[in-house]
């Protein structure tokens, strides 16, 4: 199983890093890195941020194959259904083919959108305090906000569209039910996390993988069902 990161701690080279476990590749871009989605087994999608560039990498050979222009500064972006969905200017959500062709846009009467994931017709955006569950024209299905979130940074789902989110504040992962009406911590401080950054939930193998800021560890988790 090969794992990739994107490294983006203060004063710190640009940087992704590819890893099975036990060796260390080094991916060297132009940009800082924002977020990162993954687009098939070899390639994965990278927004920049400010610069206002998105990377397709091919993580098998270590190259950027090609390079996405969007019309403002790109932050959170998921890779769904042969579509990369977009946070733009922390405001609206462009939907784009692999080429950076805007097939549609999604307005959001939100603010300060950080990072989105996409999974079958529902869309899971976040800012800084709170988690929105969408459908995939922008209208808002469910919001949920706690007094505790103050620093949600990232989110993903699982097969079920229970929605995982890293709260760096806390050092916490918040995992909340597809419905918005329940909530637990699934990880804390002293699951080993430090200034908590990065999530991606691995529907195939049932697999959550969480990472650091501070010190750039990361870690899996197996994620069991309850019975029903």
């Known amino acids: 199983?090969?794992?990739?990161?994107?490294?983006?701690?203060?004063?710190?080279?640009?940087?992704?890093?590819?890893?099975?476990?036990?060796?260390?590749?080094?991916?060297?871009?132009?940009?800082?890195?924002?977020?990162?989605?993954?687009?098939?087994?070899?390639?994965v999608a990278v927004s920049c941020g400010l610069v206002r560039t998105i990377l397709i990498i091919n993580i098998s050979t270590g190259s950027v194959t090609s390079t996405i222009n969007t019309s403002g500064s790109c932050y959170g972006i998921s890779y769904n259904d042969n579509n990369l969905y977009v946070v733009i200017d922390m405001s609206i959500i462009h939907v784009m083919?692999?080429?950076?062709?805007v097939i549609r846009t999604i307005p959001l009467s939100l603010d300060?959108?950080?990072?989105?994931?996409?999974n079958r017709d529902r869309l899971v955006c976040i800012n800084r305090t709170s988690i929105y569950c969408c459908s995939l024209d922008g209208k808002?299905?469910?919001?949920?906000?706690?007094?505790?979130f103050q620093d949600l940074r990232c989110v993903t789902t699982d097969i079920e569209v229970n929605v995982f989110v890293t709260n760096y504040k806390t050092n916490t992962v918040v995992i909340v039910?597809?419905?918005?009406?329940h909530h637990r911590e699934l990880l804390t401080k002293s699951d080993g996390l430090d200034r908590l950054w990065g999530i991606y939930f691995d529907k195939k193998e049932n697999i959550l993988l969480v990472c650091n800021w501070s010190d750039g560890n990361a870690f899996l988790f197996d994620v069991k069902r309850k019975p029903t």
């Open 112 to 118: 300060d959108i950080g990072d989105i994931t996409v």
């Open 1 to 43: 199983m090969k794992n990739i990161f994107k490294h983006q701690q203060p004063q710190s080279p640009d940087t992704c890093f590819l890893t099975d476990g036990t060796d260390i590749h080094h991916i060297p871009l132009s940009y800082k890195p924002c977020y990162m989605t993954v687009v098939n087994i070899n390639t």
């Open 177 to 181: 039910s597809d419905d918005g009406q």
């Open 140 to 148: 808002l299905i469910w919001k949920f906000k706690q007094d505790e």
């Open 97 to 101: 083919d692999l080429t950076g062709k």
